[in-house]
């Protein structure tokens, strides 16, 4: 006759599972009911914490910590919390704004705020000195969430019209793949007309006038 599962083996197979994951990776229950009940996995995923080999980030939200020798205690960075936002919660993220912006490399300036839209709830994730707040936007707004695209979109729309230089549209040609510059092209109705001509020109080889 087989043995019940126990709390123990549903944690040692938790920690396993976690222990093959990436070092940045962040967790939520969801990603365990395989193993067990709901019920058994919130348990151990509590036993895990309090041996320390979890942390909590945030309500549902657990990642391995790991220490920089100099930095000290170090924290998921934001897209590994924004994914398992998406998956825990079923929705789609866009980042927007400076954010956007940044990590298309089109600004330096680091936003104090970090902004997704979002087809679910509005609402803010608080989690060490760093705040992620979700607004919730339109279809049309979200429709090239998750690519390469509304990414560019973001990231054009916070820089404005008036400041998309030469230089800025070279960088983008650069930086995307050439798959995600024909993709621009296929998703160019997407966006806001007054980028259709920077759209082509980052897909191709023209100059903007």
């Known amino acids: 006759m087989a043995r019940p599962k126990t709390h123990n083996s549903t944690a040692d197979r938790i920690r396993r599972r976690v222990g093959k994951a990436g070092p940045d990776t962040v967790f939520h229950a969801g990603r ?65 704004g400076g954010y956007a912006a940044n990590l298309l490399r089109l600004s330096e300036q680091v936003p104090a705020r970090v902004v997704f839209l979002t ?32 990414l560019v979109i973001a990231g054009l729309r916070y820089v404005g019209k008036a400041n998309i230089t030469q230089e800025r549209v070279a960088h983008l040609r650069k930086l995307l793949s050439p798959a995600d510059r024909r993709r621009l092209l296929e998703d160019i109705t997407l966006a806001p007309a007054w980028m259709h001509s920077f759209f082509r020109v980052i897909a191709r080889e023209e100059e903007t006038s």
């Not at 509005?122 to 998750?146: F, W």
């Open 119 to 150: 087809d679910g709830k509005s609402r803010k994730i608080h989690y060490g000195n760093q705040t992620i707040e979700l607004r919730q936007s339109s279809p049309r707004m979200m429709a090239a969430a998750g690519r390469m695209t509304g």
């Open 32 to 96: 365990f009911l395989d193993i067990e009940t709901r019920t058994a996995v919130d348990k151990a995923l509590s036993r895990l914490v309090a041996s320390g080999f979890l942390q909590r980030l945030a309500r549902g939200l657990y990642y391995r910590p790991k220490t920089h020798p100099v930095l000290g205690d170090m924290l998921p960075p934001v897209e590994a919390v924004a994914k398992a936002l998406a998956d825990r919660d079923h929705v789609k993220l866009q980042p927007f």
